[in-house]
């Protein structure tokens, strides 16, 4: 039950005072007031904060962010953000399908006299850019091929292909299958180089003669690659990747020798490495291993898809092949729950990067997901291409320079897919003959504020833009609070974006703009392209404008009289202590000015300035100040 106070009555601690006066009742529920001297920052109101996302070229990968210096990343996008703005992502074109092979699957795709050859499930093709089709099967392989590669031996250029249980090879005439066992190819010192499931390394200088080398010490089964590389020396070497390591080839000594990258043991340990850029890149899951050997001692570095906060749950997957162009290291990413029947991946041809003109193949069951292309500049990560939901995975991808153009070919959901890549760094809108795909949609991490706990006020986003449209256009959209409803993002849409400058978003997205209370705030930007491909939308800044709602907190001033009370059945001399207990108190004190929940108070006691409590007549009055913190 309530102890009922008397109409000049405040307890401290449960000491009940006599007052004079009133109790005066304060709020504070402001900020800290702002440095401003000399502040040049978007952040300078002092009632407003900002937070802007105007250059986004960090990458995605970010689920986070809680101020300005972690504005340049995005948790997902699929949009290109070249100069640090969105802008379509560029367009793939679907090539024909193959048509009688049954399976169209493929397999490998290599580039061999000036065009691409492919491996539709042991069915070769060549594709004829000028006709958009991939013809009649050019040959029929024992099995669906693990491995590609061409390989020059005097004035005869071949195209090999692995088929596990053997091999076969084309003169640009005549088709020869042998049965000498290969998995992988590569070629080192002129010579083809093969690796069977057993890891046991063959060699030839004239096709179809082979010569036995040295053996990987791993189980049968457990390598994963096969290529050539540099040692401590940069001077070029052969290595073979596997489930629990990499292993240089020692060719002085016939053996292969484990290196000190010690990657631990992992199924997809190597899968579809590559050499980039004087470096060497090892998948593993969605980790890559970056590998440079020539400095002492060797440094191994982490670049891949599982770096900061990982991709979200429904784009996760495995890296089944890393592949090189001028500018960005691209990664094929399959979430399918897919199990190959072939311990194989891919490596194929870059034509603009020195490498050796090979394709590897991988081959699936008819599992369902998401396909997804990243591309890493050495900046971040962000996606190239992305494939429609419930499709059969990604297989193979090849850079190259067939038919005079340099493009990204890959093959996914049984068909074969190319991308134009520029030869060197552009700005895509400054190019007018920059074809784009019809649609991104970007996600930005979740903002905070830096403070989780504390509840912010969300009170207008400006967009400045250019180039949008009545069919160009961008939808922006946000939830709120961690939700993983995407119907939030319908429910909080502001009308799409149709015309160029700056366009101004208040909170709520109707009604008064009494702004929206928030603890995290996440934004959606859908872009959407009209008839015309070569024409997007651009967002060049997103931005916040937020200010903190500081929790309700009191202030109570009063005058005490501290004299006997009698009714209380209290002293001077207790009143005193009590009070000079409560001042000198490490914990919060309770102040009540009546009997009610809502008119107790917790916080810390101070005395008004210059008071001074001393002599030895202990009543009298004094004012002190209650502040909850």
Same mark, same amino acid.
């Given at each position: 039950m309530a102890i009922p106070f008397g109409p000049n009555e405040v307890a401290i601690n449960d000491v009940f005072f006599n007052f004079k006066g009133k109790v005066q009742s304060v709020p504070d529920n402001e900020p800290a007031p702002k440095f401003m001297i000399g502040d040049r920052s978007k952040d300078r109101q002092r009632r407003r904060s900002f937070i802007s996302w105007s250059?986004?070229?960090?990458?995605?990968?970010?689920?986070?962010?809680k101020d300005d210096a972690e504005a340049h990343r995005s948790w997902y996008s699929t949009a290109q953000a070249h100069e640090g703005h969105l802008v379509l992502p560029a367009l793939a074109t679907t090539t024909a399908d193959v048509g009688g092979a049954g399976d169209d699957t493929a397999n490998v795709l290599i580039e061999y006299s000036g065009g691409i050859y492919a491996d539709f499930s042991g069915g070769i093709y060549t594709y004829d850019d000028n006709g958009d089709s991939w013809g009649s099967a050019l040959h029929t392989l024992p099995e669906p091929a693990s491995d590609a590669i061409v390989w020059r031996s005097g004035t005869t250029v071949y195209l090999v292909f692995a088929t596990r249980n053997g091999y076969t090879y084309y003169d640009g005439t005549t088709w020869t299958d042998d049965t000498e066992n290969m998995i992988y190819l590569t070629?080192?010192?002129?010579?083809?180089?093969?690796?069977?499931?057993?890891?046991?390394?063959?060699?030839?200088?004239?096709i179809g003669a082979w010569t036995d080398d040295a053996i990987a010490q791993v189980e049968d089964g457990k390598v994963t690659d096969l290529f050539v590389s540099g040692d401590a020396s940069n001077n070029p070497i052969i290595y073979a990747a596997t489930t629990r390591g990499?292993?240089?080839?020692?060719?002085?000594?016939?053996?292969?020798?484990?290196?000190?990258?010690?990657?631990p043991q992992h199924p997809d340990n190597g899968m579809g490495s590559r050499r980039w850029l004087g470096r060497l890149y090892?998948?593993?899951?969605?980790?890559?291993?970056?590998?440079?050997?020539?400095?002492?001692?060797?440094?191994?570095?982490?670049?891949?898809l599982d770096r900061d906060d990982g991709l979200p749950s429904d784009r996760r997957g495995k890296i089944v092949q890393l592949e090189g162009s001028s500018f960005r290291l691209f990664a094929l990413v399959t979430n399918t729950i897919a199990t190959a029947f072939t311990t194989s991946s891919i490596t194929a041809l870059?034509?603009?990067?020195?490498?050796?003109? !090979?394709?590897?193949? #991988?081959?699936?069951?008819? $599992?369902?997901?998401?396909?997804?292309?990243? *591309?890493?500049?050495?900046? @971040?990560?962000?996606?190239?291409?992305e494939s429609a939901a419930s499709t059969e995975p990604i297989t193979v991808a090849v850079v190259a320079g067939a038919y005079g153009k340099h493009r990204l070919w890959w093959g996914q959901n049984q068909r074969v897919f190319y991308m134009d890549l520029p030869v060197d760094v552009v700005n895509p809108t400054q190019l007018t003959t920059y074809e784009y795909a019809s649609a991104f949609t970007h996600l930005t991490p979740w903002f905070t504020g830096g403070q989780t706990e504390v509840e912010k006020l969300a009170l207008l986003l400006r967009a400045e833009t250019t180039n949008p449209t009545t069919?160009?256009?961008?939808a922006i959209s946000? !939830?709120?609070?961690? #939700?993983?409803?995407?119907? $939030?993002?319908?429910?909080?849409?502001?009308? *799409?974006?149709?015309?160029? @400058?700056?366009?101004?978003?208040p909170f709520p997205v109707s009604g008064d703009a009494v702004g929206v209370s928030f603890r995290a705030i996440q934004f959606r930007i859908v872009a959407a392209q009209g008839s015309?491909?070569?024409?997007?939308?651009?967002?060049?800044?997103?931005t916040l404008e937020w200010r903190q709602k500081i929790p309700l907190r009191w202030s109570n001033t009063v005058e005490l009289v501290i004299a006997d009370k009698s009714d209380r059945k209290t002293t001077a001399e207790d009143q005193w202590a009590a009070l000079l207990t409560a001042l000198g108190s490490s914990t919060l004190v309770k102040f009540q000015t009546g009997p009610e929940s809502d008119q107790s108070f917790f916080g810390d006691l101070a005395t008004a300035p210059g008071v001074k409590l001393s002599g030895l007549d202990r009543r009298g009055s004094i004012k002190v100040t209650h502040v909850e913190p």
């Amino acid at each position: 039950m309530a102890i009922p106070f008397g109409p000049n009555e405040v307890a401290i601690n449960d000491v009940f005072f006599n007052f004079k006066g009133k109790v005066q009742s304060v709020p504070d529920n402001e900020p800290a007031p702002k440095f401003m001297i000399g502040d040049r920052s978007k952040d300078r109101q002092r009632r407003r904060s900002f937070i802007s996302w105007s250059d986004l070229r960090g990458g995605i990968l970010q689920h986070r962010v809680k101020d300005d210096a972690e504005a340049h990343r995005s948790w997902y996008s699929t949009a290109q953000a070249h100069e640090g703005h969105l802008v379509l992502p560029a367009l793939a074109t679907t090539t024909a399908d193959v048509g009688g092979a049954g399976d169209d699957t493929a397999n490998v795709l290599i580039e061999y006299s000036g065009g691409i050859y492919a491996d539709f499930s042991g069915g070769i093709y060549t594709y004829d850019d000028n006709g958009d089709s991939w013809g009649s099967a050019l040959h029929t392989l024992p099995e669906p091929a693990s491995d590609a590669i061409v390989w020059r031996s005097g004035t005869t250029v071949y195209l090999v292909f692995a088929t596990r249980n053997g091999y076969t090879y084309y003169d640009g005439t005549t088709w020869t299958d042998d049965t000498e066992n290969m998995i992988y190819l590569t070629v080192w010192n002129d010579q083809l180089w093969g690796i069977d499931v057993t890891g046991r390394l063959r060699r030839s200088s004239t096709i179809g003669a082979w010569t036995d080398d040295a053996i990987a010490q791993v189980e049968d089964g457990k390598v994963t690659d096969l290529f050539v590389s540099g040692d401590a020396s940069n001077n070029p070497i052969i290595y073979a990747a596997t489930t629990r390591g990499l292993f240089a080839h020692d060719n002085a000594n016939t053996k292969f020798v484990e290196t000190e990258l010690g990657m631990p043991q992992h199924p997809d340990n190597g899968m579809g490495s590559r050499r980039w850029l004087g470096r060497l890149y090892l998948p593993s899951g969605l980790g890559v291993y970056e590998y440079v050997a020539d400095s002492s001692p060797a440094a191994v570095n982490l670049v891949g898809l599982d770096r900061d906060d990982g991709l979200p749950s429904d784009r996760r997957g495995k890296i089944v092949q890393l592949e090189g162009s001028s500018f960005r290291l691209f990664a094929l990413v399959t979430n399918t729950i897919a199990t190959a029947f072939t311990t194989s991946s891919i490596t194929a041809l870059d034509a603009f990067s020195s490498s050796q003109n !090979r394709g590897r193949g #991988s081959v699936f069951t008819r $599992d369902l997901g998401v396909s997804v292309i990243f *591309a890493w500049d050495r900046v @971040g990560w962000q996606v190239a291409w992305e494939s429609a939901a419930s499709t059969e995975p990604i297989t193979v991808a090849v850079v190259a320079g067939a038919y005079g153009k340099h493009r990204l070919w890959w093959g996914q959901n049984q068909r074969v897919f190319y991308m134009d890549l520029p030869v060197d760094v552009v700005n895509p809108t400054q190019l007018t003959t920059y074809e784009y795909a019809s649609a991104f949609t970007h996600l930005t991490p979740w903002f905070t504020g830096g403070q989780t706990e504390v509840e912010k006020l969300a009170l207008l986003l400006r967009a400045e833009t250019t180039n949008p449209t009545t069919s160009e256009t961008l939808a922006i959209s946000y !939830r709120i609070n961690y #939700s993983t409803d995407d119907g $939030d993002f319908t429910t909080n849409a502001w009308t *799409a974006i149709s015309a160029s @400058g700056e366009t101004e978003l208040p909170f709520p997205v109707s009604g008064d703009a009494v702004g929206v209370s928030f603890r995290a705030i996440q934004f959606r930007i859908v872009a959407a392209q009209g008839s015309n491909n070569k024409n997007t939308p651009d967002l060049i800044a997103l931005t916040l404008e937020w200010r903190q709602k500081i929790p309700l907190r009191w202030s109570n001033t009063v005058e005490l009289v501290i004299a006997d009370k009698s009714d209380r059945k209290t002293t001077a001399e207790d009143q005193w202590a009590a009070l000079l207990t409560a001042l000198g108190s490490s914990t919060l004190v309770k102040f009540q000015t009546g009997p009610e929940s809502d008119q107790s108070f917790f916080g810390d006691l101070a005395t008004a300035p210059g008071v001074k409590l001393s002599g030895l007549d202990r009543r009298g009055s004094i004012k002190v100040t209650h502040v909850e913190p």
